[in-house]
């Protein structure tokens, strides 16, 4: 591929294997949601520093600079603003499609915007200093089947590896690519270092939203990175479980119509109706404050939320499977450098 190249077009794959927490019966492709959990490893060439809560808002923007150069052609208007807007070829840019998705009408709450088709998941760099030689990585969630947005990204990472990471600009090399292991798919490498990335076909995870019985009535969320769930464009300070829920669904679906088969295929307001059954049983966050400053428009925003925990009892059946989709879509407000991250205690 030249580094002017456009690539037109977008793949829709079939849904695959069912995984373990689904229940039986034949699951629909209305209730499915498809993604690809990625990790990719770096050895360090030189020092290397990610500030606390920092490391996923500092990948994106570097690999949202880089990926536009290797992208988009060279006369594209956009230039090196990245704003896409008046490009006259948005509709078939590789670019404009993953980093500056456009909302074709209202959308659903905390959703103005159309949500991009990955996040990161950096925690474990925030606040740590990487020496020459020493191994690091970070997983990224990729919710576009097109083999070409996967290829993009690991030529956008070899690059941008090889230019410096972190404020300082420390040089790294790229590993590997895998697929991590999920439930019963095994671990698949799909870059080696400086091999030619696979061809074979990568077969996603998949997660089936149908109901799950028998369910336990009450569970845990916990809040592993600072989360902002808004409610009629207000953002609010207690995750209620009908917020939390409403703003999982409407991503999944807003997801699945983007970048997969369509929207999901249930009754919004019956669904939001018995969410609101669901009571918090108990809640304990606390506000967690970080800034990043945009080099972009030279502002400064804060990129802080609530984490910590709540607890939900009611019946649970129907939103468990939403729930573990949200571990890897994330939930709230700036979810793609890593805010909104979850995981699910069951009692």
């Known amino acids: ?149 996967l290829k993009y990204f690991v030529r956008a990472f070899t690059a941008l590896a090889h230019e410096g990471l972190g404020p300082q600009r420390g040089k790294a090399e790229l590993q590997r690519v895998l697929r991590i292991a999920w439930h019963d798919l095994p671990e698949h490498i799909l870059y080696q270092e400086s091999t030619q990335l696979t061809t074979a076909p990568v077969e996603p995870a998949t997660i089936d939203l149908a109901p799950v019985t028998p369910a336990p009535r009450k569970i845990r969320v916990d809040f592993l990175s600072p989360t902002e769930l808004k409610r009629n464009t207000q953002i609010v300070s207690r995750p209620e479980f009908p917020i939390l829920f409403g703003r999982i669904r409407d991503r999944i679906s807003t997801l699945r119509a983007l970048y997969g088969p369509g929207p999901l295929g249930i009754d919004f307001r019956s669904i939001g109706g018995r969410a609101a059954a669901v009571r918090m049983a108990n809640c304990e966050v606390r506000r967690q404050e970080f800034e990043r400053h945009s080099s972009r428009t030279g502002q400064t925003h804060s990129i802080g939320g609530f984490v910590g925990f709540a607890e939900y009892e009611g019946e649970m059946g129907e939103f468990l499977p939403y729930l573990e989709a949200a571990r890897w879509v994330g939930v709230g407000r700036q979810v793609v450098w890593g805010k909104g991250e979850i995981s699910i205690q069951l009692n």
């Open 1 to 149: 591929m030249s580094s002017g190249a456009c690539i037109t077009g977008r793949r829709k794959v079939k849904p695959s294997r069912r995984t373990p927490n689904q229940p039986t019966g034949t699951a629909t492709a209305g209730m499915q949601f498809q993604f690809l959990p990625l990790r990719f490893e770096f050895r360090a060439a030189e020092p290397l520093y990610f500030p606390p809560g920092k490391a996923g808002n500092l990948l994106r923007g570097a690999l949202g600079k880089t990926f536009n150069r290797i992208a988009c052609v060279p006369e594209c208007p956009s230039g090196s603003s990245l704003d896409t807007r008046p490009c006259l070829s948005r509709e078939s840019c590789l670019y404009a499609q993953v980093f500056e998705p456009v909302a074709t009408g209202p959308g659903p709450s905390g959703l103005s915007d159309a949500p991009r088709p990955f996040v990161f998941r950096a925690r474990r760099l925030d606040g740590r200093t990487i020496q020459p030689d020493q191994l690091f990585d970070f997983d990224l969630h990729l919710f576009s089947l097109d083999p070409d947005v």
